[in-house]
């Protein structure tokens, strides 16, 4: 009988992945993702990079792998222009499936951890500095014209709309006019992480007016970014029923697992703490299906990595790690 910690990797999908090439260092790239999340039969990733569209190497992973569906997306940070209707279209006509609000250049980042970027690690090369970006006027409260009409343009293409690292009045103000706007898919981005970590009842609020709940791996897993016990995320889940959530990884720091184990070693933890397998399931594939709008008849290929003694999940490592 197959692992259920494996079993629900089949066919999963990573919500939020970071890969190199980028600004930071990272451990693993697109392609070597695209082999390890196919080792573990999973169906695929969407690729997130903090400075750039990753529409065009999301294409070519996909010639190179066809069998792991490598999703596009950008980030509305100063990179490509912040708050740019411009940008979220070219990116959308690219293939994005997912628009981020500003992450490490979002005003409430920057205020947050008193940098315009992570304490934890630094950027390669130093950046030119800059106005941290809202979504709000100089008031304080008034959506800026531009962040409409992104919503605008995201529920015409019907893609979904990500919050980023917004202050909690910037994503529900944003969530008041996406819904208006007519934008379907809403995420409100890694709810159990650090600055943008929330209580379960202002989630359940947010999933009320229309939002997908994100949760990450990486605050459970990862020894840098590690600030939650899987207790609580637990608690979390079996009260939410598993419903309106997703799950994604937010792996890719160089001290942390490849993206599909640390996965794994949550989902496992998770399961011992008798979270029900159908829950979990819901958060790694149904609803990641559903909030990225895919094609639910995919049947994944056989996975390469098995729970025998001689081969235990936790000593795969990717290609180039």
């Known amino acids: 009988m197959e692992r259920p910690d494996l079993a629900l990797l089949r066919g999963a999908i990573d919500m939020h992945a970071h890969t190199s090439p980028a600004l930071f260092k990272r451990h693993i790239d697109d392609a070597a993702l695209a082999e390890t999340a196919a080792s573990y039969g999973m169906r695929g990733f969407v690729l997130k990079d903090h400075d750039a569209s990753t529409t065009g190497r999301a294409y070519y992973v996909n010639r190179m792998y066809p069998g792991v569906e490598s999703i596009g997306a950008v980030v509305l940070n100063r990179s490509v222009g912040g708050l740019n209707p411009y940008v979220v279209e070219a990116a959308i006509q690219y293939g994005a499936r997912v628009v981020w609000m500003p992450s490490n250049h979002s005003k409430h980042h920057a205020e947050y ?131 309106h959530v997703v799950l994604g990884s937010d792996l890719g720091q160089f001290a942390g697992p490849p993206h599909p184990e640390g996965l794994r070693m949550l989902l496992a933890a998770l399961l011992e703490l008798d979270v029900p397998y159908e829950y979990l399931e819901k958060i790694t594939k149904v609803n990641c299906e559903q909030v990225l709008g895919l094609d639910r008849n995919w049947s994944p290929a056989p996975p390469t990595v098995s729970a025998s003694p001689a081969q235990e999940p936790n000593a795969v490592v990717a290609p180039g790690v």
Request: hydrophobic share 40%; glycine share 6%; with cysteine.
């Open 113 to 243: 951890f008193d940098t315009p970027d992570y304490p934890q690690f630094g950027r390669l090369r130093r950046q030119l500095p800059g106005e941290g970006v809202t979504v709000f006027e100089d008031d304080g409260h008034t959506l800026k014209p531009e962040a409409r009409t992104i919503c605008e343009i995201v529920a015409e293409n019907d893609v979904a709309l990500a919050t980023g690292h917004l202050s909690l009045a910037e994503i529900t103000a944003l969530l008041d006019a996406a819904r208006g706007a007519g934008v379907t898919r809403f995420i409100v981005t890694h709810a159990n992480w650090s600055l943008c970590k929330l209580d379960l009842e202002v989630q359940k609020q947010l999933i009320a007016r229309g939002a997908t709940i994100e949760y990450v791996a990486c605050s459970c897993v990862s020894p840098i970014f590690w600030e939650q016990q899987p207790e609580e995320l637990a608690r979390w889940i079996v009260e939410l029923k598993g419903e």
